[in-house]
């Protein structure tokens, strides 16, 4: 006689594991422990074998017949059930392991490990995949995964008002995606597709000086300069070394070598920890034994105050370019010595745009992609150095000046 949901919900723990019997082959098997199994007998190929369906109450009686009819279907079309349930579990399993979170976690791990990049910038890749990405589509397998999944996540983004972050977030996927198709784990990058799907970044670029009469008088404006001698010896070394504004206020003593002439950090925007060198002309070796007998016994180049512990204010050298009459909006700032730097030693002195842009402290690609070290061409940046330090004097004197030819 078939169950009922009152009997096998009053059926009662025995001293030994018993059985009710439903019917086609389930029954509930309940335990000497109180549990309620429903199982399902069956043969196949000639071979009995038992399929569990679930436990009471969190499976019903219901449900358990329909979960027994399934596998009678399976049965009549010579597939064994029992084999059939360990196959879908074995793709979930797949499914979640090759899921585009757990792929993306792999790819971190992988990536930053290989390339040597710092802590810092792997938390912060992977705080905006969490933020960005794992949430709307984390879970999906990454195989299966179209472009208009992808896009749907970037626009999401878009409408924050955060294009840029958009912009690397799509980028970011893209690598994911072309680490999954190295592993086997998807056919392809979808991120290929979405070529254009975002506008571009408006990029603002910084307020920079970089016509040699403008120049000229920029340079004899700092040597005129009122204020503070500690921010007077930093606008002398803003252009001769052209670093970030927060690498050049927060240079040590430590980390000049009068000897070899060098200055050697850490680039605040490298995502490695490699040193980056800075060689020192004539003239920036002048500025520094000067500013050694003012705030050689602390640790920085540049002093707060007379407080040696601390390092000058992040706004002093813009104050003082406002203080010598130039706007920080569209005349000059701290960061425009670079701008000057890159534009002219290019166009002016006509050296090697790779050799700027290492200088620089960026990433210089090769033609086999990868990227030439912070140390390369130094012998060649040397000169460089020097020939950029000797123009600017010869532009501050008022002398006319021969563009030089890089060797």
């Not at 086609?24 to 038992?50: A, D, I, P, Q, S």
Request: with cysteine; proline share 4%; hydrophobic share 40%.
């Amino acid at each position: 006689m078939p169950l009922n949901e009152l009997k096998v919900k009053n059926a009662k723990p025995r001293d030994k594991d018993y059985k009710l019997t439903d019917e086609r082959g389930m029954y509930l098997l309940v335990t000497k422990g109180g549990g309620k199994l429903w199982r399902f007998n069956y043969r196949f190929e000639n071979k009995r074998k038992t399929l569990a369906l679930g436990a009471y109450p969190d499976v019903s009686l219901s449900e358990a017949r329909i979960k027994r009819e399934d596998g009678r279907k399976l049965l009549a079309n010579t597939v064994d059930p029992g084999a059939h349930k360990k196959a879908v579990k074995s793709s979930r399993s797949d499914a979640l392991n090759n899921s585009f979170e757990v792929v993306a976690r792999e790819w971190v791990d992988y990536h930053f490990k290989k390339f040597k990049l710092t802590d810092g910038h792997k938390d912060k890749t992977l705080r905006r995949l969490e933020i960005h990405v794992f949430p709307f589509m984390g879970s999906d397998l990454i195989s299966e995964i179209n472009p208009p999944q992808v896009f749907a996540v970037l626009n999401r983004i878009e409408k924050l008002n955060v294009l840029e972050t958009a912009h690397r977030v799509k980028f970011c996927c893209g690598q994911v995606f072309r680490y999954a198709v190295l592993k086997g784990y998807a056919e392809r990058d979808v991120t290929a597709d979405l070529r254009g799907a975002l506008p571009p970044t408006n990029v603002k670029h910084m307020a920079a000086v970089i016509d040699p009469t403008s120049v000229a008088a920029l340079l004899r404006a700092i040597d005129g300069f009122k204020g503070g001698f500690t921010v007077q010896c930093a606008l002398k070394l803003a252009p001769l070394f052209f670093a970030r504004p927060g690498e050049l206020r927060r240079a040590k003593w430590k980390e000049i070598d009068f000897e070899k002439k060098e200055w050697r950090y850490i680039a605040s925007k490298s995502k490695s920890k490699e040193l980056h060198i800075v060689p020192l002309s004539m003239q920036a070796i002048e500025v520094l034994k000067e500013l050694q007998q003012f705030s050689g016994h602390g640790e920085w180049l540049f002093m707060g105050g007379r407080d040696p512990k601390k390092a000058m204010s992040e706004a002093a050298i813009n104050a003082a370019l406002q203080r010598m009459g130039y706007d920080t909006k569209t005349d000059i700032t701290g960061h425009g010595f670079r701008a000057m730097a890159r534009t002219m030693i290019e166009e002016r002195l006509k050296f090697n745009k790779d050799w700027i842009e290492l200088q620089l402290s960026h990433s210089v690609p090769d033609p086999l992609g990868g990227a030439y070290g912070r140390a390369q061409f130094l012998d060649d940046r040397r000169i460089m150095m020097q020939s950029w330090a000797d123009y600017l004097d010869e532009l501050k004197a008022g002398a006319q000046v021969i563009q030089l030819k890089a060797g």
